[in-house]
Nanobody, 128 residues
Framework: QMQLTESGGGSVQAGGSLTLSCSAS????????MGWFRQVPGKEREGVAV????????YYADSVKGRFTISQDNAKNSLYLQMNSLKPEDTAMYYC?????????????????????WGQGTQVTVSS
């Protein structure tokens, strides 16, 4: 089991920056992948950025490439998402997720249901 706790959300004007943090209840170096997902009411949860623990490869949704950066600090059992040049369309609930094992049929930026552990989410609101 793993508990994940997000923090760092808030309200910001367009063009601003926020850094989301995710604290894990146990070691993150044993995970296969961790990631950030977001969801707005009425829509499916979408992948924003994921990182693969072995090798550190990162993948981003096209909508955030060049603006968001995901990073993982295994010494602190933490995951981060640096968000720059925020846009109103980035407004959503942001979730941290993790999975311990590869489960087959895996794409670089996999769908949310490939991840087993989830935090409660942190709201990000970007005003124009």
């Amino acid at each position: 089991q793993m508990q994940l706790t997000e923090s760092g959300g808030g309200s910001v004007q367009a063009g601003g920056s926020l850094t989301l943090s995710c604290s894990a209840s146990r070691d993150t170096y044993s995970t296969f992948s961790m990631g950030w997902f977001r969801q707005v009411p009425g829509k499916e949860r979408e992948g924003v950025a994921v990182i693969y623990t072995v090798g550190g490869s990162t993948y981003y949704a096209d909508s955030v490439k060049g603006r968001f950066t995901i990073s993982q600090d295994n010494a602190k059992n933490s995951l981060y998402l640096q968000m720059n040049s925020l846009k109103p369309e980035d407004t959503a609930m942001y979730y941290c997720a993790a999975v311990d094992e590869y489960s087959g049929d895996w794409t670089e930026l996999p769908p949310y249901y490939k991840y087993k552990y989830w935090g409660q989410g942190t709201q990000v609101t970007v005003s124009s």
